[in-house]
């Protein structure tokens, strides 16, 4: 079946650790993103790539880094400068990089968890 | 500013109840887009309809419904006959072409209402 994978599900961290979260989609989706989903709060834009080999910052890029080295694939490193990596992840697609028209297509999310 | 707002946190009902869930948005934009997600407790975000803003039909899918008010800035969501299994967060979202500071075209997600459907 075709949709996005996240792992891993769950994850402990201790402080000073990068660690970094995989998404792959087999949708042939051309734009990747990644969320960042607080209790109690919307989904904030951490990074988008909207075609291989380039990505944007969204607004609260600091302390994370993505690469998209492949069509299919667009991780996400939690670095230690990520004063609250505590959180729930969420990485989506779209069909094409016109964001504002097109729905996204949502994985399961990681729950990363520093101790 | 764009913004979502979703006033209703949590929402209990017990089946077959109807319910409303109320997103107001802001914009200064004159072409734009919403959205509605569900979100079940497995946690992936599930799309349920886009609407734009030159469309103020109303439009209705099976026990769903939305309806789009340009003159009060909102697009509420109702569940007729509500079931167990919908049960979820519900998230309201906005999108413009334009880049006001932050990534063009961003989805501008509202904070969420729980709905909580009882047996």
């Known amino acids: 079946d075709g949709g996005i994978t996240q792992s891993p599900k769950y994850l402990f961290r201790k402080e000073g650790q990068n660690v970094t979260l995989s998404c792959e989609q087999n949708?042939?989706?051309?734009?990747m993103y990644w969320y960042r989903q607080d209790p109690g709060q919307g989904l904030r834009l951490i990074y988008y790539s909207q075609i291989v080999n380039d990505f944007q910052k969204g607004d609260i890029a600091e302390g994370y880094s993505v690469s998209r080295e492949k069509k299919e694939s667009f991780p996400l490193t939690v670095t230690s400068a990520q004063k609250n990596p505590t959180a729930f992840y969420l990485c989506?697609?779209?069909?094409?990089?016109?964001?504002?028209?097109?729905?996204?297509?949502f994985g399961e999310g990681s729950r990363l968890t520093v101790l | 500013a764009q913004k979502v707002t979703q006033a209703q946190t949590e929402i209990s009902v017990v089946e077959k109840e109807d319910v409303t869930l109320d997103c107001v948005y802001e914009?200064?934009?004159?072409?734009?887009?919403l959205f509605w997600y569900k979100q079940p407790p497995s946690g992936e975000l599930v799309f349920l309809i886009r609407r734009n803003s030159f469309d103020e039909q109303n439009e209705i899918s099976g026990r769903y419904s939305w309806n789009f008010q340009k003159s009060t800035s909102s697009f509420n969501f109702t569940i007729t006959a509500s079931q167990v299994v919908d049960s979820a967060v519900y998230f309201c979202a906005l999108t413009t072409w334009r880049n006001y500071g932050g990534s063009q075209g961003n989805l501008i997600f509202g904070k969420g209402t729980k709905l909580s459907v009882k047996p």
């Open positions: 914009t200064r934009d004159t072409t734009y887009y």
């Open positions: 989506a697609s779209s069909i094409e990089a016109s964001l504002g028209s097109r729905e996204l297509f």
């Open positions: 949708l042939n989706h051309d734009a």
